[in-house]
C-alpha cells in the first residue's frame, strides 16, 4: 500500500524556537497533502491543504504566519511551527492523496509527530 | 459546529461479539463516508467507506451501514478480536456535486475488546 513518512516522530523544543516537520509521500506522487494537529481525545482537525507548488490554503483561525507550509515537490510537504509555545504542544499528522487514485478523496496518512513545547 | 458526530466516546465489547460503532452527520452535502482505525501515535488508516449511493458495504469482518434519511451510519465489526481494540474515526466528505477537498472528522470512539 501507499507509504506516507512525518520526520521526525516526535520533538521537544523550547518556547520561541521554530520546529520543521517533513512528510513524504514515498511510493507515490501526491497532488496535494493534507496538515491535521490533534489535541488528546479530541477528533483531527484539518489545518490547511497544500497543493504542489502553489500557497496552502488554510482553513479558519489557523495562523498561516505560525503554520508555514511548504509543497515543494509532489512527494514532500513541510510545516513549520514557528516561534512556538507551549499551546502548540499537539500531534500534527499529515495525509497525502495520490495522483492516481482509485476516488477523489482517497488519502493516506503519515504516523504523526508529537511536538512538545517546553 | 460538529459536522461529523461520534457520540459514544468508548465502548466495551467482548472478544467474539459484534463491535457496533455509530455516527451521525449534519452536512447534508456529504456523499461519501469513511471508517478510520487508529493505534496510539500512529497514523489513521483507511478501514472501509461507503457512497451515499449505497446502504451497505462489505469487507470481510467489518460491514458499514448508510441511513441517510437520518444523515447516520455504523461501522459494524464481527467477531469482534483483541487487535480491534483501537479508537475509530468516522469521516465524511463531498465527493460529487460540491467537490470539496477535506474529509471531516469525527471525536473517534475508543473501542475496547475484552478477552
Known amino acids: 500500500g501507499a507509504v506516507v513518512s512525518q520526520h521526525p516522530s516526535w520533538v521537544i523544543c523550547k518556547s520561541g524556537t521554530s520546529v520543521k516537520i517533513e512528510c513524504r509521500s514515498l511510493?507515490?506522487?501526491?497532488?496535494?497533502m493534507f496538515w491535521y494537529r490533534q489535541f488528546p481525545k479530541q477528533s483531527l482537525m484539518l489545518m490547511a491543504t497544500?497543493?504542489?507548488?502553489?500557497?496552502?490554503?488554510?482553513e479558519q483561525g489557523v495562523e498561516k504566519d505560525k503554520f508555514l507550509i511548504n509543497h515543494a515537490s509532489l512527494t514532500l510537504s513541510t510545516l513549520t511551527v514557528t516561534s512556538a509555545h507551549p499551546e502548540d504542544s499537539s500531534f500534527y499528522i499529515c495525509?497525502?492523496?495520490?495522483?492516481?487514485?482509485?476516488?477523489?478523496?482517497?488519502?493516506?496518512f503519515g504516523p504523526g509527530t508529537r511536538l512538545t513545547v517546553l | 459546529d460538529q459536522q461529523v458526530k461520534q457520540n459514544s466516546p468508548s465502548l466495551s465489547v467482548q472478544e467474539g461479539r459484534i463491535s457496533i460503532l455509530n455516527c451521525d452527520y449534519t452536512?447534508?452535502?456529504?456523499?461519501?463516508f469513511l471508517w478510520y482505525k487508529k493505534y496510539p501515535a500512529e497514523g489513521p488508516t483507511f478501514l472501509i467507506s461507503?457512497?451515499?449511493?449505497?446502504d451497505k458495504n462489505e469487507d470481510g469482518r467489518f460491514t458499514v451501514f448508510l441511513n441517510k434519511s437520518a444523515k447516520h451510519l455504523s461501522l459494524h465489526i464481527v467477531p469482534s478480536q483483541p487487535g480491534d481494540s483501537a479508537v475509530y474515526f468516522c469521516?465524511?466528505?463531498?465527493?460529487?456535486?460540491?467537490?470539496?477537498?477535506?474529509?471531516?472528522f469525527g471525536k473517534g470512539t475508543r473501542l475496547h475488546i475484552l478477552p
Open positions: 511510493d507515490f506522487q501526491a497532488t496535494t
Open positions: 452536512n447534508s452535502m456529504f456523499d461519501y
Open positions: 497544500s497543493n504542489e507548488g502553489s500557497k496552502a490554503t488554510y
Open positions: 495525509s497525502a492523496r495520490p495522483l492516481l487514485r482509485v476516488t477523489y478523496n482517497e488519502q493516506f
Open positions: 469521516a465524511a466528505s463531498a465527493e460529487l456535486g460540491n467537490r470539496d477537498d477535506k474529509i471531516i
Open positions: 461507503i457512497s451515499s449511493i449505497k
